[in-house]
T-cell receptor, first 115, second 109 residues
Framework: EADIYQTPRYLVIGTGKKITLECSQTMGHDKMYWYQQDPGMELHLIHYSYGVNSTEKGDLSSESTVSRIRTEHFPLTLESARPSHTSQYLC??????????????FGEGSRLTVL | KQEVTQIPAALSVPEGENLVLNCSFTDSAIYNLQWFRQDPGKGLTSLLLIQSSQREQTSGRLNASLDKSSGRSTLYIAASQPGDSATYLCAVEGGKLIFGQGTELSVKP
């Protein structure tokens, strides 16, 4: 059973608001990821982290930022939300297995709507 | 740049049929390949993980194969059930995990 949690599950906010999507895992995984997925579309990697104080940008350009101060916590922040940020955001984690990536576990997702 | 393609994009079958979902990737230098299931509005659930040194993995009615040299993987579902209806995604790991677009499967009772 995967232990990775995202909050909030659903969020509707107005343009210009600052928001933080939370992601926590209790499995002690070093690698964590944020993916963005529009309805019926593929997943796009927007941020990832190999461990504490490590953050990297993914393939899809994003105006969001992330931090990794604790192993279990990988929050994503939008300083000023816009309607173009409306999407589903999926957090995932995996353990490092001999330098490779082990099985990936996903949270339930945070569906963001910006009006 | 790694590209992952899944065919078909959608598939509808009657209950009880065996079926095959396809995944192809352009760069064979991968660490592993994973198959996931996604239900509408939900996150992803890992089904099978195949390391680059392996040829296949099995879990219950699911069997996934990997042919690195040809850049292909298949997910075989035996005796399909309505509960198998979901979107199935493959993803390859070669430094970053890259996903295909998914195959939307509908199993009719």
């Amino acid at each position: 059973e995967a232990d990775i949690y995202q909050t909030p599950r659903y969020l509707v906010i107005g343009t210009g608001k600052k928001i933080t999507l939370e992601c926590s895992q209790t499995m002690g995984h070093d690698k964590m990821y944020w993916y963005q997925q529009d309805p019926g579309m593929e997943l796009h990697l927007i941020h990832y982290s190999y461990g504490v104080n490590s953050t990297e940008k993914g393939d899809l350009s994003s105006e969001s930022t992330v931090s990794r101060i604790r192993t279990e916590h990988f929050p994503l922040t939008l300083e000023s939300a816009r309607p173009s940020h409306t999407s589903q955001y999926l957090c995932a984690s995996s353990e490092v297995v001999t330098g490779d990536t082990g099985e990936l576990f996903f949270g339930e997702g945070s569906r963001l709507t910006v009006l | 740049k790694q590209e992952v393609t899944q065919i078909p994009a959608a598939l509808s079958v009657p209950e009880g049929e065996n079926l095959v979902l396809n995944c192809s990737f352009t760069d064979s230098a991968i660490y592993n390949l994973q198959w996931f299931r996604q239900d509408p509005g939900k996150g992803l659930t890992s089904l099978l993980l195949i390391q680059s040194s392996q040829r296949e993995q099995t879990s219950g009615r699911l069997n996934a194969s990997l042919d690195k040299s040809s850049g292909r993987s298949t997910l075989y579902i035996a005796a399909s059930q309505p509960g198998d209806s979901a979107t199935y995604l493959c993803a390859v790991e070669g430094g970053k995990l890259i996903f295909g677009q998914g195959t939307e499967l509908s199993v009719k009772p």
